[in-house]
């Protein structure tokens, strides 16, 4: 559980940076999401916070 904690962190912190400065690719793209979807479904992420992680991640 610490480990998804550390994740949480730092996923916030890449949510908070520009779409731009960080375009996945398409794979890395669909490893992120499930990385995000895995981290709400254990409660480290709100649901405001992957809402908000997703769009971000996919520049919306």
Do not use: Y
């Amino acid at each position: 559980m610490r480990d998804a904690v550390a994740a949480a962190a730092n996923t916030q912190q890449d949510a908070d940076e520009p779409a731009a400065q960080r375009r996945p690719d398409t794979t890395s793209m669909l490893d992120e999401l499930a990385r995000l979807a895995v981290l709400h479904r254990h409660g480290a992420l709100t649901d405001d916070e992957f809402i908000r992680a997703k769009r971000r991640l996919i520049g919306g």
